[in-house]
C-alpha cells in the first residue's frame, strides 16, 4: 500500500484554459518532422531536460519502463548510421512491399541515413519489455508499448518547444542498437530520435494534417 498526498492543482479560469487551449494546439501544429539537420551543437543540459520531460509520462502501474541513451559522440554516431543504413538498404531493397513503397514516396525517405551523423544529438528510446527485481529475476511490465509511445509523444514535444527539431526514425529491426549501445537484454530500442537544429536549407514534405472531423467523434 503506497501512501497518498494531496493533488497539487490550481484551477485555472475558462478564458485562461480556452486560451491555453488554442495556444498549446496551434504550437504543437508548428511541429515538422524534417530529415535536414544543422550539425551545430546543442547543450547536454537541453537533451537532459528533454529527457527529464519524458520521464514524466503516465505508465503502466508507474513502472517507467523506459532508457533514454542519448549520443553524441561522433564515432558512436557514425557506426549507429553505417549499421541502420546497411538494414535500411535491405529494407528498401527488398524488405519494402509495393504498398509501403508507394506509401513512403510521399516523404522522400530512402536508407541514407545522414541525420544520424548531422544531429548533435541521437536520442535512442530503449524500452524495457520487463524489470529485473533485486535478485535478478524478471519483474512483468504492463503496456511497454503504450507506456514508452506517451514517453516519446512528451520527448517530441519538449524538442519542439526548445525551438529544436527531431524525426523519428525506425530502423528495422533495430536489434544493432542493443548491440552498439551495449544495452541489457530487457532493453529493446524502440525508437532512434536525432535532435538538433534544422539545416538552413532545411525541406519537409508538403503535407497537410487531417481535419477535426476526420480525428474526432463526439457522442
Ligand atoms: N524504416 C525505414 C522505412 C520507413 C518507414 C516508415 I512507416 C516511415 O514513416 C519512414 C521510413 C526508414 O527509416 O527509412
Same mark, same amino acid.
Given at each position: 500500500?503506497?501512501?497518498?498526498?494531496?493533488?497539487?492543482?490550481?484551477?485555472?479560469?475558462?478564458?485562461?484554459?480556452?486560451?491555453?487551449?488554442?495556444?498549446?494546439?496551434?504550437?504543437?501544429?508548428?511541429?515538422?518532422?524534417?530529415?535536414?539537420? $544543422?550539425?551545430?551543437?546543442?547543450?547536454?543540459? =537541453?537533451?537532459?531536460?528533454?529527457?527529464?520531460?519524458?520521464?514524466?509520462?503516465?505508465?503502466?502501474?508507474?513502472?517507467?519502463? =523506459?532508457?533514454?541513451?542519448?549520443?553524441?559522440?561522433?564515432?558512436? #554516431?557514425?557506426?549507429?548510421?553505417?549499421?541502420?543504413?546497411?538494414?535500411?538498404?535491405?529494407?528498401?531493397?527488398?524488405?519494402?512491399?509495393?504498398?509501403?513503397? $508507394?506509401?513512403?514516396?510521399?516523404?522522400?525517405?530512402?536508407?541514407? #541515413?545522414?541525420?544520424?551523423?548531422?544531429?548533435? =544529438?541521437? &536520442? &535512442?528510446?530503449?524500452?524495457?519489455?520487463?524489470?529485473?527485481?533485486?535478485?535478478?529475476?524478471?519483474?512483468?511490465?504492463?503496456?511497454?508499448?503504450?507506456?514508452?509511445?506517451? $514517453?516519446?509523444?512528451?520527448?517530441?514535444?519538449? &524538442?519542439?518547444?526548445?525551438?529544436?527539431?527531431?524525426?523519428?526514425?525506425?530502423?528495422? %529491426?533495430?536489434?544493432?542498437?542493443?548491440?552498439?549501445?551495449?544495452?541489457?537484454?530487457?532493453? #529493446?530500442?524502440?525508437? &532512434?530520435?536525432?535532435?538538433?537544429?534544422?539545416?538552413?536549407?532545411?525541406?519537409? %514534405?508538403?503535407?497537410?494534417? #487531417?481535419?477535426? $472531423?476526420?480525428?474526432?467523434?463526439?457522442?
Amino acid at each position: 500500500m503506497s501512501a497518498f498526498i494531496p493533488l497539487s492543482h490550481q484551477r485555472l479560469s475558462p478564458t485562461e484554459s480556452a486560451r491555453r487551449a488554442a495556444e498549446f494546439a496551434e504550437h504543437l501544429d508548428a511541429r515538422r518532422t524534417t530529415r535536414h539537420f $544543422a550539425t551545430d551543437a546543442v547543450p547536454r543540459e =537541453w537533451i537532459e531536460l528533454a529527457i527529464r520531460a519524458a520521464g514524466t509520462a503516465p505508465s503502466g502501474a508507474h513502472q517507467q519502463p =523506459w532508457t533514454f541513451v542519448a549520443v553524441s559522440n561522433p564515432d558512436l #554516431k557514425q557506426r549507429m548510421r553505417d549499421a541502420a543504413e546497411e538494414e535500411e538498404r535491405r529494407f528498401y531493397a527488398d524488405r519494402i512491399t509495393p504498398e509501403w513503397r $508507394a506509401a513512403l514516396e510521399p516523404l522522400g525517405t530512402d536508407a541514407v #541515413k545522414t541525420h544520424l551523423t548531422d544531429a548533435p =544529438w541521437v &536520442v &535512442v528510446l530503449f524500452r524495457q519489455s520487463y524489470g529485473l527485481h533485486a535478485d535478478g529475476s524478471r519483474q512483468t511490465f504492463y503496456y511497454t508499448q503504450e507506456s514508452c509511445g506517451i $514517453a516519446a509523444g512528451f520527448f517530441i514535444a519538449a &524538442v519542439h518547444t526548445m525551438g529544436l527539431v527531431t524525426l523519428t526514425h525506425t530502423p528495422s %529491426p533495430m536489434g544493432f542498437l542493443s548491440d552498439l549501445l551495449e544495452r541489457p537484454a530487457n532493453e #529493446k530500442a524502440f525508437l &532512434v530520435m536525432p535532435v538538433g537544429y534544422p539545416a538552413a536549407n532545411a525541406q519537409v %514534405p508538403a503535407l497537410t494534417r #487531417k481535419s477535426l $472531423a476526420d480525428i474526432a467523434v463526439f457522442r
